[in-house]
Structures are given as structure tokens and as C-alpha cells.
């Protein structure tokens, strides 16, 4: 079993529990739920590569990254530099997030575009992301079938939540839902974490129509995003690159200025 399936394995048992702790019928009390979100489009129209910055505390390929880093400090500096979204990682087992991450965030920078980056295989997960103040919500084309995809992103839509489908190759393209605008390619292969922005590259031309496309993972210096963002991506979502300096945002404002 790989570290996907590991982390899908124990997702599954940790929603069972969530709902038994939180029923769905309970979300719906939290001020943020199926709030109006801030997502028109993320995708700039000068012409400059837009971010998607990530606060992430570990991941199974890099161990500790930024264990101590408080994630309202973090989105102030982000917001600060002008990023078009924050992502926050909302898994504890793994990256060290949690939903309490993403309300923080929300309650204090109500006009900054959250999205929840987890594993997402069940309905509830979107009903928590509305409940915690996402915009967005990621889901993952290698964890999921073309008919949960579906069921996902429509559910998605009626909450008011923008989707950003992640894909890894062309047979993930295939499970692509219409309904769904932002269509992301991790650069890291998710079972061996190899990464490889030849990836993007490779399938920006098989891309749906109508979609913005966004390249994700592995990403760091404004001459790689140059080069993808000449391909003909919009928006790049980095998190290392920011997350493992001692100063996410300047970091981050540093590649900005450097755009």
C-alpha cells in the first residue's frame, strides 16, 4: 500500500468519526455556512501569474516543515504580498492541519479566498468546508471515480463552493465535471512524491475548454513559473517554497515582487 492509499484508508475512518462527533445537522448553526464566497475568478487579467499560497505545518514527503507557524500571521503576510488565495491544509495526521486553521483564517481575513486542501471522499467534508469558511475545496481525481467526482462537485456548487480538480495525467482529465471551472496538475505523483513540472507541461494541452488551468506542487523560483505560466497557466499554487523559510510571507512577497 502506497502513502495515498494510507492516507485515504485512515481519511475514511476519520470522517466516520467526525460525523459521529459533528452530525451534518449541526454545521449548518456556524455563521459561515453557505455563505456567499469570495471566488469570481481567481485567474488575473494583467497578464501576471497569479498564486495560490499554501500553509502547510508537514507533509509524508518532507517531514516537518513549519511546525510552529501560525496560520493567521502567515495569511496576513500572504494577503499582504497579494496573492489571489490562501490553501490550508486541513489534515492532522499528515500535514499537521486542522478546520480550526482554516476558521482562524476566515475569521480574521474575511475577503482572503480560502481553499481547503484535504482528501475529500464523502458529501460531509464539503458541508465542514462551508461550515469552517472555505471558498474552495480540492478534490483529487486519483482518489476518486468520474461518478463521485459528479456527486462531489455538484454538491460543491450548491453550497456555494468552488472546486479546483486535481489531476496527474490524461486519464484523470477524463473524470473532469463541467461544472467544475479550476483544473490543477500536482507536479508531485502522489504514491512516490517524485516531482516533475514536466508533468504540466505535458498536459496543458489536453485541458477541457472553458477551464483555468493551475499548476501545482514543486514549484519555487519565477523562472519555472514563467515557463509554465508561457505554456499558457494562469495560476500556480506553491507551499514549500514559502512554508520551510523562517518567513513564509516575505518569502512569499519576495517571489511576488520578482513576477
Known sequence: ??????????????????????????????????????????????????IIAEFKRRSPSRGAIHMEADPVAVAGAYEAAGVSAMSILTDRNFFGGSLRDLKQVRESFPGLVLLRKDFIIDPYQLHEASAYGADMVLLIAAIL??????????????LGLSVL??????????????????????NRDLKTFKVDTVRSLELIGRMPGGVVPVSESGLSTPEEIGRLSEAGYQLFLMGEAFMREKDPGAACSLLMKKL
Do not use: W
Open 165 to 186: 480538480f486535481e489531476v496527474h495525467d490524461a486519464g484523470d482529465l477524463e473524470k473532469h465535471h463541467p461544472s467544475i471551472k479550476y483544473v490543477g496538475v500536482n
Open 145 to 158: 471515480e468520474g461518478h463521485e467526482v459528479e456527486e462531489l462537485a455538484l454538491e460543491a456548487a450548491s
Open 1 to 50: 500500500m502506497n502513502i495515498l492509499d494510507t492516507i485515504v484508508e485512515h481519511k475514511r475512518v476519520e470522517v466516520l468519526e467526525r460525523k459521529q462527533k459533528r452530525p451534518l445537522s449541526s454545521l449548518n448553526s456556524s455563521s459561515f455556512y453557505r455563505r456567499r464566497t469570495n471566488v469570481i475568478s481567481l485567474s488575473q487579467e494583467t497578464g501576471k501569474p497569479a
